[in-house]
């Protein structure tokens, strides 16, 4: 009887408390410009299939989504955390069809130290405030349940997240098919898993044919298995095409302003794998 108490309990708690957002944390091993490129066009394809869309940018340079889409030069949660704004405050709608919210780029400081900012932040951040910060981020994500999170991040080569939230997302690394991207996305699932333990990680080849990711891919997961002890796990691939440039000079998403493109396609097939995730996790 009590332990069939106890699971009525567990399962009202679970009722209670509502669906949860699932966070994504992408990482790249490609030019500066193309995660922020491939984010948008992410984000709006998941938001076409009825999706709500947060992204978080943690970038810790001036390169990210919120830069991208012209949101940056406002407050982002560091401000929140110091109490100087309000949370909707640094919540901006895109026309994508899905938020951003600026981060502020922080580097974790160990107890008794300083962290610090770009310069063009312009500001210092204690180890009491970057605490803060990661409790802001938090009650950002308890308030977009039901929602993705992607965040636009980085790992530092301390191995540090600006948030401890992210090292236990779910996380994918960008590549493309050329050797150094390659070389470094691999560096990057090593140093990966030797600061946050084994796990699996996300694998996306873009600028990539099917038959080319393909390639990148089984050959990256070959290696880390085999060096590494480490699962890697396709998200799948975007194409090379002109219409995501063509989409971008025109302040869209691909999706949006050319529908039939085989960038479309791709992203839209990524946007559906994202989906089915969050109808397994729910």
Known sequence: MASFDFDQAEGLRRMLAGPKPRIVTFLSATAQDD???????LGASLAQSGNDVLIVDACEHDY?????????RGPGLLQVAR????LNQVIHPAPQGFSVVKMNSVVPAKAGTQAWVPASAGTTVSHDETRRLAKAFDVLVKQSAGSIVIVDGEFSDDGSFPVPIMESSEIVVQVSTGAT???????LVKRLSQHLGRRPFGILVTGATEAEAKVVYDNMSSAATR?????LSSMGSVPADEYL???ARLGRAVVDAFPLAGASVAFRRLAGRFATGMSRAA
């Open 35 to 41: 995660k922020g490129a491939m984010l948008v066009n």
């Open 83 to 86: 109490q100087e704004c309000a």
């Open 245 to 247: 440039q063509r989409a």
């Open 64 to 72: 990210g989504v919120a830069q991208r889409l012209g949101v940056d």
């Open 227 to 231: 060096y590494l002890a480490v699962t």
């Open 181 to 187: 991207s390659i070389t470094n996305a691999y560096a």
